[in-house]
């Protein structure tokens, strides 16, 4: 009996032997499918890394963070462009960015081909998409336009921008000179202004002093900077554009105007910035038709003779005739005359004009041999087979020479479009 009950017991143990390990082989298999599939669904979508960016050695933080996006580095891009230094506009309706700093002025539109940057275009290149509800930019695409480094790290994901253009200091040590140009213009103060020059600038030797106080005992002006920005930075030499407002506060004749000008400018003796040159680089005329309402009086004798003068350059531009023409002017050298006789040649060689006075004025005028004159000019100009009607709106200086009146070389075109 006792045999018989351990061969059983044997038997028994060996199947409960057989069943649990083959309930352990299914547990195990079963935790093999389970960490296997773990692993695909890891595998097909991977934890997104967090990317840095550093600006200067300091990183930069955002709302929403930066995405790597076809292998390039989009940011969100109001909370990048600011932190860059940059004051930000956005037009939702057309999804245009306006952004400008100290060096540089951006403009780029979500769809466009090319952004304009400083006056220039550049391709877009798929640099500024919609991510979500949000506009987004390359951050190597700004990075560059701003004119930093970037360098890129894949281990760290961290990119790392340097901006070698001006510090903040710098940059208001230069634009400090705006500040004290509009001081020494709302006192009109000509020794002041003449202080802000440079002792090397060459608008010294131009006459400089003497033209500022001719213009700061005529009319007093008002001057609004619209917008600034440095163009180039070095130890030596700063370059600034400006776009400028220019309004007649009081005096004599003024056309008011909107101007684009690049100042140049060096170190003085004591570190402060100084104006060595200026360059227009664009004027638009902003009150021509009410420049006609500026009309002095003069005696009936003077107007008559100014009348007829336009008369005789007018016959003179009909009919081509070069010496005609040069005969209503007088020129402060035998040079200058030259060299308007060329240009008058290629103008007459070039086109066929008719021209009339649609209305003129005098608007200045000293008493004795000085005056200036306002006038509409309205043409039937033929280039070629093509023909066409302008008007066109311009301010002459005149002088009485040997008891008649000429014009002089100072004429300003005020405005000019297609009829």
Known sequence: MLSYGRCTQRRHSMKIGSVSM???????ITLM???AFAGQVSA???QEKQVHILLNG???AFPSAPKIIENKTYVEYRSLLEQLGYEVEYAADSKTIQAQSAMHQIEMTVGADVAFVDGKTVP???QLRIVGDGVW???RFVAELSGMEIKWNAKTYEAALVDNGPTPEQQAAVFKILDKMLLVEAASDPEGALKLFSEDSPLRAAGLGEELKKQMEKVKVRTTIVNKRIESYSATEAVLVTVEDSAKVSGGFYPEYRSQTRYTLHPGSDGEWLLYTLEPLGIEYTNVPALFDQAVTVPDAVKSDIGKLLDDQLKATQTENIE???ATMTFKSDAEKEAFKGQLQQIFSAADSSPAVEKWIVVE???TDKATILWSLVSDVKVGTQAVKTKVVLANELEKVNGKWLFNSNQTQLSAKQL
């Open 22 to 28: 083959k309930r352990l082989s299914a547990i195990f």
């Open 33 to 35: 499918l389970v960490f």
């Open 44 to 46: 097909a979508a991977p």
């Open 58 to 60: 300091k990183e930069l």
């Open 124 to 126: 877009i290149s798929g």
């Open 137 to 139: 930019v390359g951050l």
């Open 324 to 326: 005609a023409y040069l």
């Open 365 to 367: 005028y000293n008493g």
